[in-house]
């Protein structure tokens, strides 16, 4: 199985996490996504015409988005089936979470790479956009604890929605929105770095175990 | 939104970084900011113009880059001869946006107690944390620091190591925005790495950091040397954009250094003795 990976590339870190915590073992190739943007560059468009990292490999398989990369790691190597449950309401929970993810990327991520890698496009409203997503998921989680729920969907365990938020959420600062406000928040990265398997990127650190 | 356009002669004197010939030559013209104030770089004969609402600004194309100048009569730009030796390969690594001061940036790059923690695996890994006594000197010839017997334990000192070593450094600070360090070669053990930032402050914090080496490497690929780099400035920068103040506080008593901090000190007391009022907050303020 093969990643085309860029370190610095919040998705990417979404599929390296994922594979990471299924314990699969890949091989990356590095895209130059960041001076060169050889994602956009015929060669890279001739294997995902979206020229959009990160893009799997497997056999003669071939996942060009970071939703369709989760939703096949999980089907195929998650015999728990916890990843990507298949009842009716994880099922709709999952895919709306996702959704949001997609949502995170056009946003807080969008924010990071314009004031770190000077994307075009305006990062005010960029962090108007996150900030606004970053409050309904402080909300829904910090109403997750008072209930006994410690993830975004309902299941007793994570899913690949927390996998897809994760790099947008840990990774907003780059992009000039701070967390201080929203503590629920804070508290599920913590638990996120504290799953069995979990791995870092440059600009995330592992937290401490939990007392 | 743009700040009140800085008026501090030291930051107004100097020549600043703005854009590599890398990026200029691929994009054509590129837009940024340098002292809170909005410019302009276009290919032009010579290499580049620099334009300040349509107004030029003093040019000058050196060591890879487009530098511009606010000043009357800028000193020349430092020496960097390792940037003429033919058989060095010059890589430029990036250029990042981070929410912090200049001063703030170069402290970082000078830091070695920092490496266990920040860099864990590649330039330092625990229990070898400690920062060995090292030699710091100004030079007012040069007028520039330098330090010098700088040594530390580094898993993975550059992109064509593959086993730790002891590493032995030595930083210039020849600009205040600017440093370049110097490493032993994993490839050739006479010869020394250059590693540079320059950094574009774009406002008191605020900046363009601009990477890249000058190295002995004939094996690895631009993009390995690049991810190498770009990884070690990943993981840097949320640490600087956690420092408060953001502006480098020039009061000896402001922050407590330890021995570790000898480059800094000497750093501190330079700019201060600059009179830089600029992206700090000087003693007395």
Redesign the interface.
């Given at each position: 199985m093969k990643l085309y990976d860029f370190?610095?590339h919040a998705e990417c870190y979404a599929a390296r996490l994922m594979l990471s915590l299924l314990g699969v073992t890949y091989q990356t190739e590095?895209v130059?996504f960041?001076?060169e943007a050889a994602h956009l560059a015929p060669e890279f468009r001739a294997i995902n015409p979206l020229g959009r990292l990160p893009l799997l490999e497997d056999g003669t398989l071939r996942f060009g988005t970071v939703q369709g990369i989760l939703s096949y790691l999980a089907a195929a190597y998650d015999p728990t089936g916890h990843w990507a449950p298949d009842t009716a309401v994880l099922r709709g929970e999952v895919a709306g979470w996702m959704a949001v993810a997609g949502e995170l990327a056009a946003t807080a991520g969008q924010a990071r790479l314009i004031?770190?890698?000077?994307a075009d496009g305006d990062a005010e409203a960029a962090r108007a956009g996150a900030e606004a997503l970053l409050r309904v998921i402080d909300q829904h989680l910090w109403f997750g604890e008072v209930e006994g729920r410690d993830w975004l969907c309902s299941a007793t365990h994570p899913t690949i929605a927390d996998i897809a938020c994760f790099p947008h959420v840990v990774l907003s600062?780059?992009g000039?929105i701070s967390r201080q406000d929203y503590p629920a928040i804070r508290r599920w990265i913590d638990r996120v770095k504290r799953l069995e398997g979990f791995t870092v990127?440059?600009?995330v650190?592992p937290t401490s175990s939990a007392l | 939104m743009m700040a009140q356009p800085c008026t501090d002669t030291v930051m107004l004197e100097h020549w600043h970084p703005v854009v590599s010939l890398d990026e200029l030559r691929g994009a054509g013209r590129c837009r940024t900011v340098l002292l809170d104030r909005p410019v302009e770089i276009v290919r032009a004969a010579g290499g580049a113009r620099v334009l300040c609402d349509s107004a030029p600004v003093q040019t000058l194309v050196q060591y890879g880059y487009v530098w511009a100048s606010f000043g009357t009569a800028p000193a020349p730009l430092f020496p960097f001869p390792e940037f003429d030796e033919a058989d060095r390969r010059f890589v430029v690594t990036g250029v990042f946006g981070v929410q912090v001061s200049a001063g703030r940036a170069i402290e970082n790059f000078l830091d070695m107690g920092h490496f266990p923690y920040v860099h864990t695996g590649i330039l330092g890994e625990e229990p070898h944390t400690e920062v060995k006594e090292y030699d710091v000197e100004i030079s007012q010839s040069r007028d520039e620091i330098l330090a010098t017997r700088c040594r530390f334990y580094q898993p993975k000192a550059a992109v064509s190591s593959d086993e730790g070593a002891d590493v032995e450094y030595i930083y210039r600070v020849p600009h205040p925005n600017c440093s370049v360090l110097y490493k032993s070669s994993p490839v050739d053990e006479t010869r020394l790495d250059a590693i540079y930032i320059f950094v574009q402050p774009m406002g008191q914090e605020k900046i363009r950091a601009h990477t890249g080496m000058c190295i002995i490497d004939d094996a690895s690929t631009d993009l390995d040397i690049r991810s190498f780099q770009q990884t070690i400035f990943g993981q840097d920068k949320p640490i600087l954009e956690n420092q408060y103040p953001r502006r480098l506080p020039l009061d000896p008593r402001a922050e407590t250094p330890i021995r570790a901090d000898k480059s800094a000190i000497a750093y501190r007391r330079w700019l201060a003795a600059k009179g830089l009022g600029w992206g700090v907050i000087p003693a007395g303020a």
């Amino acid at each position: 199985m093969k990643l085309y990976d860029f370190e610095l590339h919040a998705e990417c870190y979404a599929a390296r996490l994922m594979l990471s915590l299924l314990g699969v073992t890949y091989q990356t190739e590095a895209v130059d996504f960041y001076p060169e943007a050889a994602h956009l560059a015929p060669e890279f468009r001739a294997i995902n015409p979206l020229g959009r990292l990160p893009l799997l490999e497997d056999g003669t398989l071939r996942f060009g988005t970071v939703q369709g990369i989760l939703s096949y790691l999980a089907a195929a190597y998650d015999p728990t089936g916890h990843w990507a449950p298949d009842t009716a309401v994880l099922r709709g929970e999952v895919a709306g979470w996702m959704a949001v993810a997609g949502e995170l990327a056009a946003t807080a991520g969008q924010a990071r790479l314009i004031e770190t890698m000077f994307a075009d496009g305006d990062a005010e409203a960029a962090r108007a956009g996150a900030e606004a997503l970053l409050r309904v998921i402080d909300q829904h989680l910090w109403f997750g604890e008072v209930e006994g729920r410690d993830w975004l969907c309902s299941a007793t365990h994570p899913t690949i929605a927390d996998i897809a938020c994760f790099p947008h959420v840990v990774l907003s600062e780059d992009g000039g929105i701070s967390r201080q406000d929203y503590p629920a928040i804070r508290r599920w990265i913590d638990r996120v770095k504290r799953l069995e398997g979990f791995t870092v990127m440059s600009g995330v650190f592992p937290t401490s175990s939990a007392l | 939104m743009m700040a009140q356009p800085c008026t501090d002669t030291v930051m107004l004197e100097h020549w600043h970084p703005v854009v590599s010939l890398d990026e200029l030559r691929g994009a054509g013209r590129c837009r940024t900011v340098l002292l809170d104030r909005p410019v302009e770089i276009v290919r032009a004969a010579g290499g580049a113009r620099v334009l300040c609402d349509s107004a030029p600004v003093q040019t000058l194309v050196q060591y890879g880059y487009v530098w511009a100048s606010f000043g009357t009569a800028p000193a020349p730009l430092f020496p960097f001869p390792e940037f003429d030796e033919a058989d060095r390969r010059f890589v430029v690594t990036g250029v990042f946006g981070v929410q912090v001061s200049a001063g703030r940036a170069i402290e970082n790059f000078l830091d070695m107690g920092h490496f266990p923690y920040v860099h864990t695996g590649i330039l330092g890994e625990e229990p070898h944390t400690e920062v060995k006594e090292y030699d710091v000197e100004i030079s007012q010839s040069r007028d520039e620091i330098l330090a010098t017997r700088c040594r530390f334990y580094q898993p993975k000192a550059a992109v064509s190591s593959d086993e730790g070593a002891d590493v032995e450094y030595i930083y210039r600070v020849p600009h205040p925005n600017c440093s370049v360090l110097y490493k032993s070669s994993p490839v050739d053990e006479t010869r020394l790495d250059a590693i540079y930032i320059f950094v574009q402050p774009m406002g008191q914090e605020k900046i363009r950091a601009h990477t890249g080496m000058c190295i002995i490497d004939d094996a690895s690929t631009d993009l390995d040397i690049r991810s190498f780099q770009q990884t070690i400035f990943g993981q840097d920068k949320p640490i600087l954009e956690n420092q408060y103040p953001r502006r480098l506080p020039l009061d000896p008593r402001a922050e407590t250094p330890i021995r570790a901090d000898k480059s800094a000190i000497a750093y501190r007391r330079w700019l201060a003795a600059k009179g830089l009022g600029w992206g700090v907050i000087p003693a007395g303020a």
